[in-house]
T-cell receptor, first 114, second 115 residues
């Protein structure tokens, strides 16, 4: 079946602009995660959604970052007033439920802030 | 907090050589342990996992054993192939509030296998 998909695959933006990154999880997966992969920091957890519960935002690096998940499926990660240090690959992962610890990753969105 | 330390490499081997990538962890409780692989131009894929002490995860000729006494989960393969060239990430499942889990990753080890 279809895996996790993300769009766009690449995004180049100017410092100060807002960007939206999209994730389509595997159908039926209730858990959704966002991670960031950058040269200096490696892979970092950002935010977690489980069904219709309030998200766990403990990994978001600043209040410029937010995410939502509509209808328990598609998720959008928004970065406001982008900075150069936001340049990274943003990865989305999904999991069948909260009791399953195997996560399935999408191909990522490479964000470059000029 | 929870953390994972793995040898950063890069590691360069000849085809059919033996591979070891070291991974140690610090965690409260008893996390599950994982190796993920990222082939060039592709996304992260689960390679293998182990959910409790002394479990051995294996896949595609790779193996790793969950060693609680040494807090380690070293990745090994007896004979590497050119197609194994990739970046390998060690990870553990770290608990979030409410019992849900996130993955805590090591920094990755780039492996290049030459013919």
């Amino acid at each position: 079946g279809a895996g996790v998909s993300q769009s766009p695959s690449n995004k180049v933006t100017e410092k100060g602009k807002d960007v939206e990154l999209r994730c389509d999880p595997i159908s039926g997966h209730t858990a959704l995660y966002w991670y960031r992969q950058s040269l200096g920091q490696g892979l970092e957890f950002l935010i977690y959604f489980q069904g219709n519960s309030a998200p766990d935002k403990s990994g978001l690096p600043s209040d410029r970052f937010s995410a939502e998940r509509t209808g328990g499926s598609v998720s959008t990660l928004t970065i406001q007033r982008t900075q150069q240090e936001d340049s990274a690959v943003y990865l989305c992962a999904s999991s069948p439920n909260r009791d399953t610890d195997t996560q399935y990753f999408g191909p990522g969105t490479r964000l470059t802030v000029l | 907090g929870d953390s994972v330390t793995q040898m950063e490499g890069p590691v360069t081997l000849s085809e059919e050589a033996f591979l070891t990538i070291n991974c140690t962890y610090t965690a409260t409780g008893y996390p599950s342990l994982f190796w993920y692989v990222q082939y060039p131009g592709e996304g992260l894929q689960l390679l293998l996992k182990a959910t409790k002490a002394d479990d051995k995860g294996s896949n595609k000729g790779f193996e790793a054993t969950y060693r609680k006494e040494t807090t380690s989960f070293h990745l090994e393969k007896g004979s590497v192939q050119v197609s194994d060239s990739a970046v390998y990430f060690c990870a553990l499942s770290g608990t979030l509030q409410g019992g849900s889990e996130k993955l805590v990753f090591g920094k990755g080890t780039k492996l290049t296998v030459n013919p």
